[in-house]
């Protein structure tokens, strides 16, 4: 029997009602990168009876989650002035125009591992409130070993492929919003033929 596992993460800090030339709700907020990688990384795991068939870890980099990362890397590299603000200003453009996710996955077939492939066995979109499927722009598969990722996603090993999924933040079919109701649910669904994961993040939670 498939065992689909669902991980559901709700009292996260949202990203409604941004411009595109605007702070997006949430970045001003700062808070500590820990308490950041906590709330917004989550777990999905889907079993065949007992065996394991995918074990992963999701960071949702939202606006709240890219402010903790600006200001913990700035304090690592004591960054002042021009390089401070061009840190901040660059997260800030990201959180405004993309919904970004760091992807650690480990399966027990190699072949299973292709993520990043045109051909691969995954099918990964986000959803809002299950309506809509959005495409990811890029699925870019990122080096184990790198001192950087390893520090700011300390849940990587050596047995998980790391990826970086970059979706739209703004409809292209419509260039409408995708964050615009008060009651959105941003959920990243990873389809395949050995089962399904689901990651949810609510998006209407006061600043």
């Keep these: 029997m498939m065992l689909v596992i669902v991980v559901t993460l709700s009292g996260c800090a949202g990203v409604k009602n941004q ?3 605007g702070q997006p709700p949430g970045f001003g907020k700062k808070v500590n990168y820990q308490d950041a990688m906590d709330a917004w990384t989550q777990e999905g795991r889907i079993y065949d009876g007992v065996v394991s068939r ?4 999701v960071t949702y980099k939202s606006a709240v989650f890219r402010r903790a990362y600006a200001e913990e890397y700035s304090r690592l590299y004591n960054l002042e002035g021009d390089e401070y603000d061009n840190l901040v200003m660059q997260e800030q453009k990201e959180a405004v125009n993309y919904h970004d996710f760091l992807l650690a996955a480990y399966v027990p077939e190699k072949k299973w591992d292709d993520f ?5 066995m995954w099918k990964i979109y986000i959803t809002r409130d299950h309506v809509e499927q959005i495409r990811p722009l890029e ?3 990122l080096k184990k070993k790198d001192p950087k990722i ?3 996603y300390p849940y990587i090993s050596t047995w998980k492929s790391i990826y970086h999924i970059r979706f739209p933040a703004f409809d292209p079919k419509t260039d409408s919003q995708l964050m615009d109701d008060s009651y959105d649910v941003l959920t990243l669904v990873m389809k395949s033929v050995i089962g399904s ?3 949810k993040w609510e998006t209407n939670q006061k600043q």
């Design 139 to 141: 699925i870019r598969k």
């Design 116 to 120: 990043s492939k045109e051909t691969s």
């Design 19 to 21: 411009k595109p030339d």
């Design 197 to 199: 994961v689901e990651f």
């Design 150 to 152: 390893d520090y700011f």
């Design 54 to 57: 995918l074990i992963s870890k």
